[in-house]
């Protein structure tokens, strides 16, 4: 693109009058937001002059134009001279009070949007052009400073605009500020997450609009978002957010309970899980039309699920309420259609949170049908690396292992799923045909003398077959793909090494069976 973006927004933020500022603005972000989506943002870094100090310059430049103007559109009276970003931003944040019929908060919307977007485009395209920056010349430092943190922190809680029909979603657009704000490793963006974690108790904002009832979709979302970026980058505002909600339901929630006690507490688990459990079951029917946002939002609450459980190990087990609650909803998910790619990337979803699931998990999901759903997942997982062929050792990995460690972890504590699971794979029409393979194969090894057995290929894999697709792993070039293909076959085999071979083939089999000391490998072989 010609015109250079930079200095368009610098332009548009000093000189152009309303309303031609805005619409100025408004197009400046669509143009950024769009190039940011197609992966092209970084050819936005060019400026007339080739010298990366110059770029810096401009850079600095337009984030104290983003700076001001926010701090002006919020208070129509501020005149600060932009010297010491905290105090200034600070007094702001507490001297906020939106007036919607005196103020032009479609601008401002615009001005937070603009702010968001130029911390995502720096972080994402050119904040390795200027690794050597110190944190005083970083110019989203403005930006990330802990007064305008709370600034954001201001105008998402602030309850005039979250109830506000009439103006743009500033709330969503200051939401989105405190990710952009906090989400990254650089010097800058760490201190600003410490900063909102322990400062400005930036996790009381979150969790008071988390429990707002009655928001648009995309707004939650944002939220969501937030958090889960807290419990994996500061695992130490898990309790914060936890201790924060707790206090926050037992005042609105009050419910008599068995011991007399009329406060009710709810954490962060339950609240998210009931967060899900609404975008799941409002209307209209999941996931909804293609500008929809519930399915984002539901994925989003799945890996804040898992990076939760991840971050607090030494927790102890929900209730068994919760836990049971958990479990109907990827029940849920499960046995919803496949035809909506967004239905399937979540599912794809639960498969990761099952990963650590309790055992007793098994016999819930088989009882509500919840098995051959797995199983269909792994069917095309399987298709999409073995028939498709992704070439790529991390990709196939991706694909395929978690389904595989789960379904094996699910066979392995019921028996009841390991018969679900082994005949959809070895499918029960089809096991005379495999019995009478098998007795001709021992009638051989027998003339033979030999006590094992030792069918090089498998006895019944036809080409295409969930069957032929797993074994066709166990050989794969990746050792995680080849090891866990391995562990579900030889668990569905009922450990046993004789039906594993018929079923797989000993030269599929042996480095395997070498691993778990059945087979004498010849010296020097590393198995």
Same mark, same amino acid.
């Given at each position: ?61 337009? $984030? !104290? ?27 702001? $944040? ?33 904040? =390795? ?29 602030? /309850? ?29 963006? $760490?201190? /600003?997450?410490?900063?909102?974690? *322990? ?11 988390? @429990? ?15 958090? *889960? *970026? ?6 130490? =505002? ?9 206090? @926050? ?33 409002? !209307? ?14 539901? @994925? ?8 939760? !459980? ?28 496949? /035809? ?26 088989? =009882? ?13 997982? @399987? ?14 990995? $991706? ?8 379904? =094996? ?84 085999? *009922? ?33």
């Amino acid at each position: 693109m010609a015109e250079v973006i930079l200095e368009r927004l610098v332009q548009t933020l000093e000189n152009d009058a309303p309303p031609d500022q805005e619409q100025s603005l408004k197009e400046w972000n669509n143009d950024l937001e769009k190039e940011m989506l197609s992966g092209g943002g970084s050819k936005f870094v060019t400026t007339t002059n080739d010298d990366s100090s110059d770029q810096l310059s401009t850079l600095k430049s337009a $984030a !104290d134009r983003l700076y001001t103007s926010l701090l002006a559109a919020v208070s129509p009276g501020y005149v600060g001279d932009g010297v010491d970003s905290n105090e200034e931003a600070d007094e702001v $944040a507490n001297d906020i009070q939106i007036d919607v019929n005196n103020q032009n908060l479609s601008f401002l919307s615009e001005v937070l949007r603009a702010a968001g977007l130029f911390m995502r485009w720096y972080g994402q395209c050119l904040q =390795s052009s200027f690794e050597s920056v110190s944190t005083s010349k970083n110019p989203t430092a403005r930006l990330k400073s802990k007064g305008m943190l709370l600034l954001y922190c201001k105008l998402l809680d602030d /309850a005039t605009l979250q109830s506000s029909d009439e103006c743009p979603d500033i709330p969503r657009f200051a939401s989105v500020c405190i990710f952009r704000a906090t989400y990254g490793n650089d010097a800058v963006t $760490a201190s /600003a997450r410490k900063s909102f974690v *322990h400062s400005i108790d930036g996790c009381t904002y979150l969790m008071r609009t988390l @429990l707002k009832g009655d928001q648009p979709v995309p707004r939650i979302f944002s939220v969501v978002r937030n958090v *889960h *970026h807290l419990i994996s980058a500061a695992p130490e =505002s898990i309790p914060k957010m936890e201790k924060t909600l707790e206090t @926050l339901t037992a005042e609105e929630f009050s419910v008599e309970t068995e011991d007399g006690n009329d406060k009710k507490k709810y954490g962060l688990l339950e609240v998210l899980v009931a967060t899900l459990a609404w975008a799941l079951r409002s !209307d209209p029917p999941f996931p909804g039309d293609p500008a929809d946002r519930r399915s984002d939002l539901a @994925l989003e609450i799945l890996r804040s699920l898992f990076a939760m !459980d991840a971050g607090k190990p030494s927790m102890p087990l929900p209730s068994n309420d919760t836990m049971t609650q958990i479990g109907m909803m990827l029940c849920e998910i499960l046995r919803l259609s496949n /035809a909506d790619i967004r239905v399937y990337q979540c599912k794809l979803a639960v498969v990761t949170l099952l990963l650590n699931a309790p055992g007793e998990y098994s016999g819930y999901l088989a =009882s509500h049908d919840g098995i051959k759903p797995l199983v269909n997942i792994m069917a095309y997982q @399987l298709s999409t690396v073995v028939v498709e062929r992704t070439a790529n050792s991390a990709e196939d990995a $991706a694909a395929v292992v978690p389904i595989l460690l789960v379904l =094996s972890k699910l066979c392995q504590s019921n028996a009841t799923v390991l018969q679900m699971v082994k005949d959809e794979v070895f499918p029960p029409e089809f096991e005379d045909r495999f019995a009478e393979k098998v007795a001709a194969e021992m009638a051989k090894m027998q003339s033979d003398g030999q006590s094992k057995a030792k069918n090089m290929a498998p006895l019944d894999a036809p080409r295409g077959t969930v069957r032929w697709k797993l074994i066709r792993l166990m050989t794969w070039i990746d050792s995680s793909v080849k090891r866990s293909a391995c562990e579900l076959l030889w668990t569905l085999c *009922h450990v046993d090494a004789t039906e594993f071979v018929l079923r797989t083939g000993f030269g599929n089999a042996v480095y395997f069976l070498g691993n778990k000391g059945l087979v004498n490998m010849p010296a020097g072989v590393n198995v």
